[in-house]
Nanobody, 117 residues
Framework: QVQLVESGGGLVQAGGSLRLSCAAS????????MGWFRRAPGKEREFVGD????????YGTESMKGRFTISRDNAKNTVFLQMNSLKTEDTAVYYC??????????WGQGTQVTVSS
């Protein structure tokens, strides 16, 4: 079993930055693909991006690719989401997840990101 805990969310003005962390416990996640998702009020869950065990990174949209950076520190069993040039439409609850056998089997509880205009 893997437990995931996100942190780093908060209130930021448009154009600002936040760095989210996802700390894993229970076992190492060094061989797991780790993902970030978000859910805005009244919207479906959205894929933000993921990072494979080997460091291959994907982003959900071109806008995210240009402003967000996903990284991992396997020694700390932690994954990060650096978000720059934040927009009001980035307001959402952000979740991290760990993939196993092709499915997102483990989820954190989420951290709120609010971007004000």
């Amino acid at each position: 079993q893997v437990q995931l805990v996100e942190s780093g969310g908060g209130l930021v003005q448009a154009g600002g930055s936040l760095r989210l962390s996802c700390a894993a416990s229970g076992r190492t996640i060094s061989r797991n693909t780790m993902g970030w998702f978000r859910r805005a009020p009244g919207k479906e869950r959205e894929f933000v991006g993921d990072i494979s065990w080997s460091g291959v990174i994907r982003y959900g949209t071109e806008s995210m690719k240009g402003r967000f950076t996903i990284s991992r520190d396997n020694a700390k069993n932690t994954v990060f989401l650096q978000m720059n040039s934040l927009k009001t439409e980035d307001t959402a609850v952000y979740y991290c997840a760990a993939a196993e056998s092709g499915s997102w089997n483990y989820w954190g509880q989420g951290t709120q990101v609010t971007v004000s205009s």
